[in-house]
């Protein structure tokens, strides 16, 4: 059965829910915590706002039954930075122009949107939990970055000459390691207060970077670029051989010769695959395998920075921070259910 809400269907729903003595939503300071009617469904969802014109929203909840949310989109509509973290969504939008009127957007996948005077449908499945972390940028905010057009992408050029943003909805495809780890950083902040929000959005500012990078490259590539489907094997059978060597990984020369690709083609391909360098993806995974090291092991610092090929603890603590935001001797005591000091 499939059930329609419209905006004002579902305020009243919300009212409802609160006269009857539901827990609906819980501000605090400039976070907002907005738990669903009981009757609709179940989760929570975080409103934060950053700064006046960023705001960030963590949806995760299901919907008893499959459950279509009808939204009026007004004028001058924020770009949204999206990723999806589970399940699929069908999103329609009848009657509009300058995108699909009938798209999907996937777990595993991210966008680029800012859609004005729209009316959207958006389908979600029943029992079927859904999870979204998204960015919402004021068209202010971002023209103060915009201060010229150079290899932005099309619609970012209108602000950059300080027009309108005009309405887009552009796919970037799979969400990319570095991404994700980004987003978990997001949904694991450890700081409360002002550090909470400069934290949050230095990490809004780290996904919107590399999606515009992404999305510039993208439109910058040339036919040179593909690769051919046993470079694409190759490609992943690099990605196996720096798997398999976490602690001494092989320089790019070495590793291109023993896939049988030129230097080019297998960065190439990390690019296009992967959405990082070489070395990216390898310090990414052996950062990832450190943190399982120090999350299921009683082990020195020194110790694990050396089973992941750090021959500088001090390097690999720089390198851990950076990648997840805390320490690994912090990582390691919150492990283990103490304070860091």
């Known amino acids: 059965m499939l059930t329609t809400i419209r905006d004002i269907e579902l305020q009243t729903l919300f009212a409802e829910a609160q006269h009857n003595g539901e827990s609906i939503f819980e501000q605090t300071g400039s976070d907002l915590l907005i738990c669903p009617p009981s009757q609709v469904g179940s989760g929570r969802h975080q409103l934060i706002t950053l700064r006046d014109g960023v705001t ?43 995108i699909p009127e009938d798209y999907t957007e ?35 905010y971002v023209r103060s970055f915009a201060s010229t057009s150079d290899y932005l992408p099309q619609p970012f050029q209108m602000l950059a000459e300080q027009q309108t943003l005009h309405r887009f909805h552009q796919p970037l495809g799979k969400t990319t390691p570095a991404m994700a780890q980004i987003i978990q950083q997001v949904l694991s902040c450890p700081y409360q207060g002002m550090v909470k929000k400069m934290y949050l959005e230095s990490k809004a500012l780290e996904l919107l970077t590399l999606q515009l990078t992404m999305w510039s490259e993208n439109q910058h590539q040339t036919k040179i670029n593909h690769l051919l489907p046993d470079d694409l094997e190759r490609i992943q059978q690099a990605s196996h051989v720096l798997n398999q060597n976490l602690n001494a990984p092989p320089s790019l020369m070495a590793l291109a010769r023993q896939v049988g690709l030129n230097d080019y083609k297998l960065k190439l391909g990390f690019r296009q695959q992967f959405g990082t360098t070489v070395f990216g993806y390898s310090q990414a995974k052996r950062l990832q395998h450190a943190r399982q090291l120090l999350a299921a092991q009683d082990l020195s610092i020194p110790g694990v920075a050396q089973s992941v090929g750090y021959a500088s603890p001090t390097s690999f603590t720089a390198a851990f921070k950076r990648r997840f935001g805390l320490s690994p001797k912090a990582f390691q005591m919150a492990c283990r259910g103490k304070n860091p000091v």
């Open 106 to 140: 996937s777990a595993g996948h991210h966008y680029l949107c800012s859609l004005s005077d729209v009316v959207e449908f958006e389908t979600f499945q029943g029992e079927e939990r859904f999870q979204v972390v998204a960015f919402e940028w004021s068209q202010d």
């Open 56 to 98: 960030l929203k963590i949806a995760d909840g299901r919907f008893h039954q499959t459950t279509t949310i009808e939204s009026h989109r007004g004028p001058d509509e924020p770009l949204v930075s999206k990723f999806c973290l589970s399940s699929r969504f069908r999103v329609q939008t009848p009657g509009a122009s300058d």
